[in-house]
């Protein structure tokens, strides 16, 4: 990671900028934190913890980042019959019958006998 920072760096100076390009420089968005494998296995908790509070965390190996630890989005909680205020459904009332076996005239009525 360092030597792409560094490369980016001398193009930017050639450019009229001046130091490293970080991912912080765009705006509104924070620098992502880079850790190395062995240390995102000694703080395994701590990241999770940096995470939870909506944070990126990189994990890289040998200065090459190979994974991005991000939050999960919340589950969204369903409401059983929710459905129901949709127009043609307000009065529609289940019935359990519907799906009891059907019997052996049902089956010869339907023409799967």
């Known amino acids: 990671m360092r030597a792409i ?10 450019l009229g900028m001046t130091g490293p390009i970080r991912s912080d420089d ?12 062995h ?3 000694s703080t395994l908790s701590q990241l ?6 909506g944070e990126d965390v990189v994990i890289a190996r ?7 630890l991000s939050p ?13 205020g949709h127009p043609g459904w307000e009065g529609y009332v289940f019935d359990p019958t519907a799906l009891d076996p059907m019997t ?3 089956i010869e009525d339907e023409g799967w006998a």
Do not use: F, H, Y
């Open 5 to 14: 920072t560094q490369s980016r760096a001398r193009n930017n100076d050639s």
């Open 72 to 84: 999960v989005d919340p589950v969204i909680g369903r409401e059983p019959g929710l459905w129901r």
């Open 104 to 106: 052996e005239r049902e």
């Open 62 to 68: 040998n200065g090459v980042p190979v994974a991005r």
């Open 48 to 53: 999770l913890v940096a995470v939870e509070s």
């Open 26 to 37: 765009a705006v509104g968005k924070p620098a992502m934190k880079t850790v190395n494998v």
């Open 39 to 41: 240390e995102a296995k």
